[in-house]
């Protein structure tokens, strides 16, 4: 599965079985929200792993009884530390690169999960107040998204979307051109021409979370480190940091 078909067939799933989440596919899940972009590459940012069936309940009752939530193996919630940004960028730090952050976090781990077959559901509706009290949650950081993790029990069901027509805009906000066709040079014939460069995609290489999946796959043996993802890695001078290799743990404490 390429990126264009994990983005097409990603959808909310609300049930569950209760057969445990591979901790291989786990892993994967994480490091893809590892490897997402954030603002000066300051990764100010954590993800907490619930498999505590209370707890699981209770972050439900938090998020407006939405009790479907505790047939999910695994529920992640994603959390900004708020330790970084607002010192390098200000108000609009903390208040929108934090939330940006986040959200490319939680969008690679639902496409991550789309592209192992698994289901995934975002949940951003829940009384933040009570969320920190179960999880233990104390300021400046902020919960901003839980995604529940799982084997689907019902089929996959896309949401429909507008088409481009109603959203783009050309040079200016708001400056719509009516006939997009001509604009585009034929819009229709640009979209069969992504189709097709999207076909022959997948005929090349290795996917990116395929790329993820094969570092978990050499490395799966390796017991618990000192160095793994809950150590505290400070950034000194975030822009030149550069990626590594996966480092997360590959055996995860039980309940």
Same mark, same amino acid.
């Given at each position: 599965m390429n990126v264009m078909d994990a983005i097409q /067939? &990603?959808?909310?799933? &609300? /049930?569950?079985? =209760?057969?445990?989440? =591979? /901790?291989?596919?786990?892993?994967?899940?994480? =490091?893809?929200?590892r490897f997402a972009p954030s603002a000066g590459n300051l990764q100010d940012r954590s993800f907490i792993i619930i498999k505590d069936s209370k707890l699981k309940s209770d972050i439900a009752q938090a998020s407006g009884n939405q009790t479907w939530m505790q047939t999910a193996p695994v529920l992640v919630v994603i959390v900004a530390e708020n330790m970084k940004v607002g010192k390098f960028f200000g108000p609009r730090g903390d208040k929108i690169y934090s939330v940006q952050d986040t959200?490319? !976090? !939680?969008?690679?781990?639902?496409? !991550?999960?789309t592209d192992l077959g698994l289901g995934c559901s975002l949940v951003v509706g829940f009384n933040e107040e009570k969320l920190n009290q179960i999880l233990k949650i104390e300021p400046p950081a902020r919960p901003h998204a839980i995604i529940a993790f799982g084997k689907p029990l019902e089929q996959a069901k896309t949401s429909s979307k507008y088409p481009l027509e109603k959203f783009v805009y050309f040079e200016k906000h708001k400056n719509k051109i009516a006939d997009m066709d001509v604009t585009f040079g034929d819009l229709k014939k640009a979209k069969e021409h992504i189709a097709v460069k999207t076909e022959e995609a997948k005929k090349k290489g290795i996917s990116f979370i395929e790329k993820i999946k094969s570092l978990f796959k050499r490395k799966k043996q390796e017991p618990l480190g000192e160095d793994h993802f809950m150590e505290d890695k400070s950034v000194s001078n975030p822009e030149e940091v550069k990626h590594e290799k996966a480092n997360i743990p590959r055996f995860l404490p039980k309940n």
């Amino acid at each position: 599965m390429n990126v264009m078909d994990a983005i097409q /067939k &990603r959808w909310g799933c &609300r /049930k569950f079985s =209760d057969e445990p989440l =591979d /901790k291989e596919d786990l892993g994967t899940i994480l =490091d893809a929200g590892r490897f997402a972009p954030s603002a000066g590459n300051l990764q100010d940012r954590s993800f907490i792993i619930i498999k505590d069936s209370k707890l699981k309940s209770d972050i439900a009752q938090a998020s407006g009884n939405q009790t479907w939530m505790q047939t999910a193996p695994v529920l992640v919630v994603i959390v900004a530390e708020n330790m970084k940004v607002g010192k390098f960028f200000g108000p609009r730090g903390d208040k929108i690169y934090s939330v940006q952050d986040t959200s490319f !976090a !939680a969008q690679n781990m639902l496409l !991550a999960a789309t592209d192992l077959g698994l289901g995934c559901s975002l949940v951003v509706g829940f009384n933040e107040e009570k969320l920190n009290q179960i999880l233990k949650i104390e300021p400046p950081a902020r919960p901003h998204a839980i995604i529940a993790f799982g084997k689907p029990l019902e089929q996959a069901k896309t949401s429909s979307k507008y088409p481009l027509e109603k959203f783009v805009y050309f040079e200016k906000h708001k400056n719509k051109i009516a006939d997009m066709d001509v604009t585009f040079g034929d819009l229709k014939k640009a979209k069969e021409h992504i189709a097709v460069k999207t076909e022959e995609a997948k005929k090349k290489g290795i996917s990116f979370i395929e790329k993820i999946k094969s570092l978990f796959k050499r490395k799966k043996q390796e017991p618990l480190g000192e160095d793994h993802f809950m150590e505290d890695k400070s950034v000194s001078n975030p822009e030149e940091v550069k990626h590594e290799k996966a480092n997360i743990p590959r055996f995860l404490p039980k309940n």
